[in-house]
């Protein structure tokens, strides 16, 4: 299973709408609450060249209309979730976004090592 096979089926557990970058709506509303992610690995490798562990890094994006509770309810149910998954929380903030003006924005860093001597 890839990465992005592993963090898309665990993003559905939070019935939460979700997108591979951010989304672009056009003329049609945005939901109340979604999330986008991006995301980039960083192989570690052997003397010889052979790639031995991946670390992919990924940035989530909880975008909430109104209230800023519902962002931190969606963040905290995230972070168990990938954290029962073998994922690391690396860093939390909280910032504005001009494509939403809006919406409260959450973002929650996270890693998480693949390890190719455990296939």
């Given at each position: ?5 592993l963090l898309n089926g665990l993003l559905t557990e939070l019935n939460v709408p979700f997108y591979e ?99």
């Amino acid at each position: 299973m890839s990465f992005l096979d592993l963090l898309n089926g665990l993003l559905t557990e939070l019935n939460v709408p979700f997108y591979e970058g951010a989304p672009d709506f056009g003329q049609d509303p945005a939901p109340q609450a979604f999330i986008y992610y991006s995301a980039h690995d960083v192989p570690k490798l052997r003397g010889c060249g052979e790639e031995m562990v991946t670390t992919y890094y990924v940035t989530i994006n909880i975008l909430v209309a109104g209230s800023g509770q519902n962002a931190d309810d969606i963040g905290h149910e995230l972070t168990t979730l990938l954290i029962n998954n073998g994922f690391i929380r690396m860093s939390g903030n909280y910032r504005f976004d001009d494509s939403f003006p809006k919406y409260y924005h959450k973002a929650i860093e996270f890693n998480y090592d693949y390890d190719y001597e455990e296939e």
